[in-house]
């Protein structure tokens, strides 16, 4: 969804079809074609659920996973944990060739939410072990920025920040069912010196599907190969946001929202 404008599909993944993979279109590509280097790292294994394949279908020239890191440093569940990211991210950034698309995938907040510091968050309940994962994830995060935000590549950088998908913890009170759309509203932050409008909150709705739309748009790039996605920030654009999960999915725009039940072929909510 986030590099490909393709939505996120209840009972299965296009990314595990290669032929259907292979007809998305991809940011990283279309960014390459309009000149810049593209590069990818994750801490953890990219063969993982077809990864790889897919990054590679999208465009991007350079992945990096875990094998390519130095051993011995901090490594959890799925990998090499995101200060050891972040970290080596800040080191990268110094060589790439100007301009860039530098893609990240954290996986410190992951289930099981084993990190290598003391929890901010007291206890072992599943609310404070997600809380404390996230907790890390972001300092480490804030690390990352502000030391970014001091090379002079930060002028002419945009960073966006986006989760992939929602969550059913923290636990709502009342507890909500794993359908609701609060489960699936998810944060994105543009960042960068290279923004002209900063400190602003944006209330439009959207969803992952509109992100390379939106990013192409504000490079003046073409994105009509995004069917599924919208530039939010488009004068006339119609917000709503659509989410699968494992029984259905959800809609969402200005109206209100539903969800409907596949299984039961209903609407549920």
């Not at 510091?117 to 309940?125: I, K, L, Q």
């Amino acid at each position: 969804a986030v590099l490909s404008g393709y939505p996120a599909l209840g009972n299965a993944s296009i990314i595990k079809a290669l032929r259907k993979m292979g007809s998305l279109p991809g940011l990283p590509r279309d960014l390459d074609r309009a000149g810049y280097t593209t590069q990818f790292m994750y801490g953890g294994d990219l063969g993982w659920a077809n990864f790889r394949s897919f990054l590679l279908h999208a465009g991007f020239e350079t992945m990096l996973g875990e094998g390519t890191f130095t051993r011995g440093l901090p490594h959890g569940d799925w990998g090499y944990h995101d200060q050891v990211l972040f970290g080596r991210a800040d080191r990268l950034v110094d060589s790439l060739a100007r301009p860039f698309f530098f893609g990240m995938l954290t996986l410190s907040s992951h289930d099981p939410y084993v990190i290598p510091v003391p929890s901010a968050f007291p206890g072992s309940d599943p609310n404070d072990l997600f809380l404390s994962a996230h907790h890390y994830t972001d300092s480490t995060l804030g690390v990352f920025i502000r030391a970014l935000a001091a090379k002079p590549v930060w002028d002419s950088t945009v960073v966006i920040i986006i989760a992939d998908h929602g969550h059913r913890l923290p636990e709502l009170t009342p507890p909500a069912e794993l359908s609701d759309p609060s489960a699936f509203h998810i944060p994105m932050l543009w960042l960068g010196g290279a923004l002209a409008v900063r400190d602003t909150v944006i209330h439009v709705i959207g969803s992952p599907t509109d992100l390379a739309s939106t990013l192409l748009s504000q490079l003046g790039l073409p994105r009509t190969a995004y069917t599924w996605g919208d530039d939010i920030l488009r004068p006339g654009h119609r917000p709503a946001a659509y989410y699968g999960y494992h029984d259905g999915f959800g809609y969402v725009d200005a109206r209100g929202g539903f969800v409907f039940n596949e299984g039961g072929r209903r609407v549920v909510q």
